[in-house]
């Protein structure tokens, strides 16, 4: 049996659980925690501090704990700065200290303990000032590297973390005697119940003492509510659960460790899960958390607080040392002796500051004393102690139980900037009024200490709750309990410590709080701040009220006019992978699919992210070089013959009624209620303000019955911004929307032989000769032997062009069948890219060029918005500053000579200076146009309308680019437009 | 018939079933489905015809209704998804325009969705880690809207278990999420 | 945050988008007088209140309906939700009867 293994306690002695820490092995048992079995075996010493690299150990038994920090699990499960006291110990965990160099008990940056006066409180803003340049370079990354905590492997996590959603009646966080009974009173009374525990066992302190409820041991008192609990369908007990946030409207986060107690979590299931939880109540009965005494090098491994100890011993089978002084300023102090004594170990003394202590039978209690000093290298071998003649005396010792009272545990009370208010009565800070909404507290955490009253007060909260939600229930009877009063005097240091810890993560001391005082720190936010009191991990948990205590007795102040913290989510430390959920890699947003998806797959299409659907970007054949020459033939061979590109990603839009073109006239700058049914009108949306979003075709398929077609990457926003306009703006307008997008699959069909191929599939009876069908034609047709498709006679190319569309099911079909039909014409599949090209060619503006700032007289389609109207964005089109005479126009470029015009480069005067005072627009779109042989762009230029045939310079001074290039028309290939209207 | 052949929305010639644990997630494409929106001022005469074309009570916000022939349920204010059987009405949205004529808009939306219907007896656990939405407490024929895992979708509660209509485009993803949560509560 | 709407009942904001002061309902006139400056005001000259904001949301991952949200942006409450339509169609009926 392990050196500090007792007997009894809720491990299970019969089975035996490998782990190893720092590269040795040990042995725990079922039960155990790393912490409780490192300590069985002895292991006092667990990593360094934060700053001074002073060895530390294990201070508590739970989410508190701000010493016992370790790296557990290796790998893609690394897991850095995890609380041993939290780590449920499975077989083959490995875990090792952080925070040192060289060996824990050897850490070379221990140096950093002799020169204290350096490293105190702000000596961040003191030291390293000088010289500046130092900081980024030498300053700072030392000192993170000193005051890492731990380290995480940069492998990928191989585990899964999922989201979820619960709904209750009533949450009740914390299952101690007051949840316990606040979950049994609700759960009787069938509310929707959800029990939510941090540990993996239910009980709370009623697991860690020695009291009874009723004729029953806490454990087995608690097992039996377990099982009545579990028994009933609308209750949810879930351990391993913390509940780290509280949110507006009842709605709370928690985390559920589903598989952090196994060595790999079982097939399918995820490591954890991120429950948000929504409530019309609840109930935070989180208990409270022993504050310690701060006397001088109290944070020598072995110093653990009074409760950790019992809950150790009498849980847990453990003990840090077989002989432990206890020091306390309350009962506390006599009951932590009495258990340790019921399990065979030693108390060499109880040190009590109270000068009227009660005595005990059979142990020394050393009335009105306080320990002055401990004394052990890497953990505690004895303590100083001064008695209250003034005498010292040594006491030999292997842990100190320290207990300076209890805090209620306030953290969910403050999520909603709840202020805690001070309660005289057990010297310290409970809830305040201003909880937030639904939301109440019982037991300890509302300060009620005794377990009695907890069970008392856990019933009284749900009575209320349930009677504010309308349900009838009967208060349970209560079980005989423990009723002590609480019998603490204050006590928060010990006068002319050295160094005695206050926050122990952060390594602040008694000293650093009143030297930021001396220096003029008095607020508790500045302290805060100065000092980093509190600002670690734990949100100081053990330590915060303390500080308050130093600070209020510098200032002459009472504790609660000093002030106090409050604390906000998360309540404990959520992992990134958690807040992620299985929004990682490939499935980090969804992914949306195109009908020729699967066959251009088999095609060896190369695909792009647009939004979240993939598109074919562009299809490499045997024989190509490289992806630009691919794009070259796939533009040539389209404007040679023909080819064909999915557009289904273009959002569609039904709109529909009687007000439907007077509608569309709204949304649209330019006009459409004379669009003739039949025909189909490009368009451009502009913002109120007078600035152009969107733009594309309007088809008029019925009198009353349109579709608008949007950019791919604005549909969402063109379909949000038509229905504000239809229900907002417009309310009394008879008009219907809903969107279509992925009903059809819509292909592009361009090139001169576009109408021959598409002959070949449309029914007989459908004439979509140029006199029947001219350019701007729309209408509802059949194909391939009767199946109902739409045609779209308009062009994004510049090509004679068509959109045809049928229901997305036999889109594959349909791809495949263009293919084949296509063979004759050596019809191409074109992409993104080549789509892309073309339409620079053509001039065609897209997002580069509708980029947020420009007007559609800046794209040159300023006599499109009708002034005879009104629609959305034409009045502020007319202001002041979108009108000057010389104000951007959309041009074409290309290269006098040599070089390539650039996107993103500026257009300067041939002549002048070069500088942005002189800047004469910019370079939105370009290109390699295989059409034309050379390079070619859009952009913007001043006064650009009447430059055509200038030279200018584009230049790119961040990559040394310096082109002379000539305004051109934008149109570059057929300005006539007539290729499309063949 | 055209001589064109359909694909499901998970891109095969035949619907795919998943089995895993108590849960049965089959990909139904075999539906025909028409959106419907009252003209202005015609939301008792469109129910009125709808009534009288389809033995169908056009349902209350949140709700759905069915017979042997049709489903419907609400969607918006004033608006509805009609369902039928693709084999037997694929031009439903045709069928529908002259059930309502001028009480209402029509418009086909049968290849904007996908279909799974999620059976078994663990359906509340499976969507609890899907949607915000209280699933537990649905009632048969409850109809609703929300996201799971960034994908638009209704959910309606059958006697069976749910039926999920989500974005065709997107059906691969939200295949993943069903399959990928049913296993992690099996 | 929950958002109390008027058909659906509380459903969570994540299904909705965000637009801002409720104020947008109310478009000026194109053809009154001083339309440009009209609309410069309804445009960008927004109330930023501590307190009571009257605010459109957009039940997009649900059934599409903007809403005016009445909320407290000092403790999130919210003391109201209408259907933005009716309210629109209010806002023009008074604005008919004033004229």
Same mark, same amino acid.
């Given at each position: 049996?392990?050196?500090?293994?007792?007997?009894?306690?809720?491990?299970?002695?019969?089975?035996?659980?490998?782990? %190893?820490?720092?590269?040795?092995?040990?042995?725990?048992?079922?039960?155990?925690?790393?912490?409780?079995?490192?300590?069985?075996?002895?292991?006092?010493?667990?990593?360094?501090?934060?700053?001074?690299?002073?060895?530390?150990?294990?201070?508590?038994?739970?989410?508190?704990?701000?010493?016992?920090?370790?790296?557990?699990?290796?790998?893609?499960?690394?897991?850095?700065?995890?609380?041993?006291?939290?780590?449920?110990?499975?077989?083959?965990?490995?875990?090792?200290?952080?925070?040192?160099?060289?060996?824990?008990?050897?850490?070379? @940056?221990?140096?950093?303990?002799?020169?204290?006066?350096?490293?105190?409180?702000?000596?961040?803003?003191?030291?390293?000032?000088?010289?500046?340049?130092?900081?980024?370079? +030498?300053?700072?990354?030392?000192?993170?590297?000193?005051?890492?905590?731990?380290?995480?492997?940069?492998?990928?996590?191989?585990?899964?973390?999922?989201?979820?959603?619960?709904?209750?009646? @009533?949450?009740?966080?914390? !299952?101690?005697?007051?949840?316990?009974?606040?979950?049994?009173?609700?759960?009787?009374?069938?509310?929707?119940?959800?029990?939510?525990?941090?540990?993996?066992?239910?009980?709370?302190?009623?697991?860690?003492?020695?009291?009874?409820?009723?004729?029953?041991?806490?454990?087995?008192?608690?097992?039996?509510?377990?099982?009545?609990?579990?028994?009933?369908?609308?209750?949810?007990?879930?351990?391993?659960?913390?509940?780290?946030?509280?949110?507006?409207?009842?709605?709370?986060?928690?985390?559920?460790?589903?598989?952090?107690?196994?060595?790999?979590?079982?097939?399918?299931?995820?490591?954890?899960?991120?429950?948000?939880?929504?409530?019309?109540?609840?109930?935070?009965?989180?208990?409270?958390?022993?504050?310690?005494?701060?006397?001088?090098?109290?944070?020598?491994?072995?110093?653990?607080?009074?409760?950790?100890?019992?809950?150790?011993?009498?849980?847990?089978?453990?003990?840090?040392?077989?002989?432990?002084?206890?020091?306390?300023?309350?009962?506390?102090?006599?009951?932590?002796?009495?258990? +340790?004594?019921?399990?065979?170990?030693?108390?060499?003394?109880?040190?009590?500051?109270?000068?009227?202590?009660?005595?005990?039978?059979?142990?020394?209690?050393?009335?009105?004393?306080?320990?002055?000093?401990?004394?052990?290298?890497?953990?505690?071998?004895?303590?100083?102690?001064?008695?209250?003649?003034?005498?010292?005396? *040594?006491?030999?010792?292997?842990?100190?139980?320290?207990?300076?009272?209890?805090?209620?545990?306030?953290?969910?009370?403050?999520?909603?900037?709840?202020?805690?208010?001070?309660?005289?009565?057990?010297?310290?800070?409970?809830?305040?009024?201003?909880?937030?909404?639904?939301?109440?507290?019982?037991?300890?955490?509302?300060?009620?200490?005794?377990?009695?009253?907890?069970?008392?007060?856990?019933?009284?909260? !749900?009575?209320?709750? @349930?009677?504010?939600?309308?349900?009838?229930?009967?208060?349970?009877?209560?079980?005989?309990?423990?009723?002590?009063?609480? *019998?603490?005097?204050?006590?928060?240091?010990?006068?002319?410590?050295?160094?005695?810890?206050?926050?122990?993560?952060?390594?602040?001391?008694?000293?650093?709080?009143?030297?930021?005082?001396?220096?003029?720190?008095?607020?508790?936010?500045?302290?805060?701040?100065?000092?980093?009191?509190?600002?670690?991990?734990?949100?100081?948990?053990? %330590?915060?009220?303390?500080?308050?205590?130093?600070?209020?007795?510098?200032?002459?102040?009472?504790?609660?006019?000093?002030?106090?913290?409050?604390?906000?989510?998360?309540?404990?430390?959520?992992?990134?992978?958690?807040?992620?959920?299985?929004?990682?890699?490939?499935?980090?947003?969804?992914?949306?699919?195109?009908?020729?998806?699967?066959?251009?797959?088999?095609?060896?299409?190369?695909?792009?992210?647009?939004?979240?659907?993939?598109?074919?970007?562009?299809?490499?054949?045997?024989?190509?070089?490289?992806?630009?020459?691919?794009?070259?033939?796939?533009?040539?061979?389209?404007?040679?013959?023909?080819?064909?590109?999915?557009?289904?990603? +273009?959002?569609?839009?039904?709109?529909?009624?009687?007000?439907?073109?007077?509608?569309?006239?709204?949304?649209?700058?330019?006009?459409?209620?004379?669009?003739?049914?039949?025909?189909?009108?490009?368009?451009?949306?502009?913002?109120?303000?007078?600035?152009?979003?969107?733009?594309?075709?309007?088809?008029?398929?019925?009198?009353?019955?349109?579709?608008?077609?949007?950019?791919?990457?604005?549909?969402?926003?063109?379909?949000?911004? &038509?229905?504000?306009?239809?229900?907002?703006?417009?309310?009394?307008?008879?008009?219907?929307?809903?969107?279509?997008?992925?009903?059809?699959?819509?292909?592009?069909?361009?090139?001169?032989?576009?109408?021959?191929?598409?002959?070949?599939?449309?029914?007989?009876?459908?004439?979509?000769?140029?006199?029947?069908?001219?350019?701007?034609?729309?209408?509802?047709? *059949?194909?391939?032997?009767?199946?109902?498709?739409?045609?779209?006679?308009?062009?994004?190319?510049?090509?004679?062009?068509?959109?045809?569309?049928?229901?997305?099911?036999?889109?594959?079909?349909? &791809?495949?069948? +263009?293919?084949?039909?296509?063979?004759?014409?050596?019809?191409?599949?074109?992409?993104?890219?080549? @789509?892309?090209?073309?339409?620079i060619e053509k001039g065609h503006a897209v997002a580069a060029e509708l980029n947020g700032t420009t007007t559609a007289a800046n794209l040159g389609m300023g006599r499109m918005v009708s002034k005879s109207k009104d629609s959305i964005g034409s009045t502020l089109s007319e202001r002041d500053g979108l009108n000057d005479a010389d104000d951007l126009r959309l041009v074409g470029l290309k290269p006098v000579h040599t070089g390539e015009v650039v996107a993103g480069a500026h257009l300067m005067n041939a002549t002048g200076p070069i500088d942005a005072k002189h800047d004469q627009g910019y370079v939105t779109s370009a290109a390699y146009s295989p059409s034309l042989e050379t390079s070619v762009g859009l952009g913007f230029l001043r006064d650009g309308g009447n430059r055509m045939g200038e030279t200018l310079r584009m230049v790119n001074p961040l990559e040394d680019q310096d082109v002379l290039v000539e305004v051109v028309s934008a149109h570059f290939v057929d300005p006539e437009g007539g290729r499309l209207r063949a | 018939m055209p001589d064109l052949k359909p694909l499901t929305a998970l891109g095969a010639a035949a619907p795919?079933?998943?089995?895993?644990?108590?849960?049965?997630?089959?990909?139904?494409?075999?539906?025909?489905?028409?959106?419907?929106?009252?003209?202005?001022?015609?939301?008792?005469?469109?129910?009125?015809?709808?009534?009288?074309?389809?033995?169908?009570?056009?349902?209350?916000?949140?709700?759905?209704?069915?017979?042997?022939?049709?489903?419907?349920?609400?969607?918006?204010?004033?608006?509805?998804?009609?369902?039928?059987?693709?084999?037997?009405?694929?031009?439903?949205?045709?069928?529908?325009?002259?059930?309502?004529?001028?009480?209402?808009?029509?418009?086909?939306?049968?290849?904007?969705?996908?279909?799974?219907?999620?059976?078994?007896?663990?359906?509340?656990?499976?969507?609890?880690?899907?949607?915000?939405?209280?699933?537990?407490?649905?009632?048969?024929?409850?109809?609703?809207?929300?996201?799971?895992?960034?994908?638009?979708?209704?959910?309606?509660?059958?006697?069976?278990?749910?039926?999920?209509?989500?974005?065709?485009?997107?059906?691969?993803?939200?295949?993943?999420?069903?399959?990928?949560?049913?296993?992690?509560?099996? | 945050?929950?958002?109390?709407?008027?058909?659906?009942?509380?459903?969570?904001?994540?299904?909705?988008?965000?637009?801002?002061?409720?104020?947008?309902?109310?478009?000026?006139?194109?053809?009154?007088?001083?339309?440009?400056?009209?609309?410069?005001?309804?445009?960008?000259?927004?109330?930023?209140?501590?307190?009571?904001?009257?605010?459109?949301?957009?039940?997009?991952?649900?059934?599409?309906?903007?809403?005016?949200?009445?909320?407290?942006?000092?403790?999130?409450?919210?003391?109201?939700?209408?259907?933005?339509?009716?309210?629109?169609?209010?806002?023009?009926?008074?604005?008919?009867?004033?004229?």
């Open positions: 049996m392990s050196v500090n293994r007792l007997h009894g306690g809720l491990v299970d002695h019969e089975t035996a659980v490998n782990f %190893s820490f720092n590269g040795k092995d040990y042995q725990g048992q079922v039960g155990d925690t790393l912490a409780s079995a490192l300590m069985a075996n002895g292991v006092r010493l667990m990593g360094r501090s934060f700053k001074y690299h002073r060895p530390r150990g294990v201070m508590t038994a739970g989410s508190e704990e701000p010493n016992a920090l370790v790296e557990v699990r290796t790998g893609g499960r690394q897991e850095p700065n995890t609380r041993a006291t939290t780590v449920e110990l499975f077989d083959g965990l490995t875990a090792r200290s952080q925070n040192h160099i060289g060996s824990l008990k050897y850490d070379l @940056l221990a140096v950093n303990d002799l020169f204290p006066a350096f490293l105190s409180a702000g000596f961040y803003y003191k030291t390293f000032m000088w010289p500046r340049a130092f900081w980024e370079k +030498l300053y700072e990354p030392a000192i993170r590297r000193a005051a890492g905590l731990g380290s995480v492997s940069f492998e990928d996590d191989p585990d899964v973390y999922d989201k979820g959603f619960l709904h209750c009646d @009533l949450l009740v966080i914390g !299952a101690g005697p007051a949840g316990l009974m606040a979950a049994l009173t609700a759960g009787r009374a069938g509310a929707r119940v959800i029990l939510a525990e941090e540990d993996f066992l239910l009980g709370g302190r009623l697991i860690a003492e020695t009291n009874c409820v009723g004729e029953l041991s806490g454990a087995e008192w608690t097992a039996a509510m377990q099982a009545e609990l579990a028994s009933m369908d609308t209750v949810r007990i879930m351990p391993r659960t913390t509940v780290f946030g509280a949110y507006d409207h009842g709605v709370y986060g928690a985390v559920e460790r589903v598989s952090d107690h196994l060595a790999v979590p079982e097939a399918g299931k995820p490591r954890q899960i991120l429950w948000r939880v929504y409530c019309k109540r609840a109930i935070v009965c989180a208990g409270a958390l022993e504050r310690p005494i701060a006397f001088q090098n109290n944070d020598r491994p072995g110093v653990i607080m009074a409760g950790a100890v019992r809950a150790y011993a009498n849980r847990w089978a453990a003990t840090p040392a077989q002989e432990v002084v206890v020091f306390a300023n309350s009962d506390e102090g006599h009951q932590t002796a009495k258990d +340790l004594i019921a399990k065979g170990l030693c108390v060499p003394a109880v040190i009590d500051t109270r000068a009227d202590a009660p005595d005990m039978a059979g142990i020394e209690v050393l009335k009105g004393a306080q320990i002055i000093n401990t004394k052990g290298c890497h953990g505690v071998t004895a303590v100083k102690v001064r008695l209250a003649s003034g005498q010292t005396r *040594t006491i030999k010792c292997g842990a100190v139980a320290n207990s300076g009272g209890w805090n209620p545990n306030l953290g969910l009370t403050c999520h909603q900037r709840g202020r805690p208010v001070w309660d005289e009565a057990i010297h310290a800070f409970v809830p305040g009024s201003d909880l937030p909404v639904g939301q109440s507290v019982a037991g300890a955490a509302n300060g009620v200490m005794s377990t009695h009253g907890a069970l008392a007060t856990g019933v009284a909260a !749900a009575m209320a709750a @349930l009677g504010d939600l309308g349900i009838t229930a009967a208060a349970p009877d209560l079980p005989e309990a423990e009723d002590g009063p609480v *019998t603490l005097s204050p006590f928060w240091h010990v006068a002319g410590a050295k160094r005695a810890w206050v926050d122990f993560q952060n390594d602040v001391t008694v000293k650093d709080v009143k030297l930021a005082h001396q220096e003029g720190f008095r607020s508790v936010e500045h302290l805060k701040r100065y000092t980093t009191l509190g600002m670690a991990t734990d949100q100081g948990k053990t %330590s915060n009220v303390t500080g308050l205590a130093v600070m209020a007795e510098m200032t002459g102040k009472l504790i609660p006019e000093t002030g106090t913290t409050i604390f906000r989510p998360p309540y404990v430390p959520v992992a990134m992978g958690t807040l992620a959920g299985r929004s990682v890699g490939k499935a980090f947003h969804p992914t949306r699919l195109t009908p020729s998806h699967h066959w251009a797959a088999e095609q060896g299409a190369q695909f792009v992210e647009v939004g979240n659907w993939l598109r074919a970007q562009y299809f490499p054949k045997k024989g190509d070089t490289d992806w630009r020459q691919t794009v070259e033939r796939e533009v040539l061979s389209t404007r040679a013959s023909v080819g064909v590109c999915d557009v289904t990603t +273009l959002g569609k839009i039904d709109v529909q009624g009687t007000d439907a073109a007077e509608f569309l006239n709204k949304i649209y700058a330019n006009g459409f209620a004379k669009l003739a049914v039949g025909k189909v009108r490009y368009g451009v949306m502009l913002r109120e303000d007078g600035i152009a979003y969107d733009d594309g075709t309007a088809a008029r398929l019925a009198e009353k019955h349109f579709v608008v077609t949007t950019t791919t990457a604005n549909a969402v926003t063109v379909y949000r911004n &038509m229905e504000f306009a239809r229900q907002c703006l417009f309310p009394d307008m008879d008009v219907q929307l809903i969107s279509t997008t992925e009903a059809w699959a819509q292909y592009a069909v361009a090139g001169p032989n576009a109408r021959k191929l598409l002959r070949k599939l449309v029914d007989a009876g459908h004439d979509i000769s140029n006199e029947a069908f001219p350019f701007m034609a729309c209408g509802e047709i *059949t194909i391939c032997g009767g199946l109902r498709a739409r045609l779209f006679r308009i062009s994004f190319s510049g090509e004679l062009a068509y959109e045809i569309a049928v229901p997305t099911r036999y889109g594959d079909a349909l &791809m495949r069948r +263009l293919m084949e039909e296509g063979e004759e014409f050596n019809v191409t599949p074109y992409g993104t890219e080549a @789509l892309g090209v073309m339409r | 795919r079933v998943d089995i895993i644990g108590a849960l049965t997630i089959a990909e139904t494409p075999n539906v025909a489905l028409a959106s419907l929106a009252a003209r202005k001022g015609q939301g008792d005469a469109v129910v009125e015809v709808v009534k009288a074309g389809l033995a169908l009570d056009l349902p209350a916000a949140g709700r759905s209704v069915a017979n042997t022939s049709h489903r419907i349920w609400w969607t918006g204010p004033e608006q509805w998804m009609v369902e039928a059987d693709f084999t037997v009405c694929e031009l439903l949205a045709e069928a529908l325009k002259s059930i309502v004529g001028a009480t209402g808009s029509v418009t086909e939306q049968t290849d904007g969705w996908c279909r799974f219907d999620v059976t078994g007896d663990t359906v509340v656990a499976l969507f609890e880690r899907l949607c915000a939405v209280d699933v537990a407490m649905m009632a048969v024929g409850d109809a609703t809207r929300t996201s799971m895992h960034h994908i638009g979708c209704f959910l309606i509660r059958t006697d069976e278990g749910v039926i999920v209509i989500g974005p065709r485009a997107s059906a691969g993803s939200l295949h993943h999420a069903l399959v990928e949560i049913a296993g992690a509560i099996a | 945050m929950l958002i109390n709407h008027p058909l659906l009942g509380p459903r969570d904001a994540s299904e909705f988008t965000y637009l801002g002061d409720a104020n947008l309902l109310n478009r000026p006139d194109w053809q009154g007088e001083n339309a440009v400056e009209a609309f410069h005001d309804y445009l960008y000259l927004r109330d930023n209140p501590a307190g009571l904001h009257r605010e459109l949301w957009f039940h997009e991952q649900g059934d599409r309906s903007w809403l005016v949200v009445t909320r407290n942006t000092l403790t999130h409450e919210i003391l109201g939700v209408e259907m933005a339509r009716d309210v629109a169609r209010n806002n023009k009926r008074f604005e008919g009867d004033a004229q």
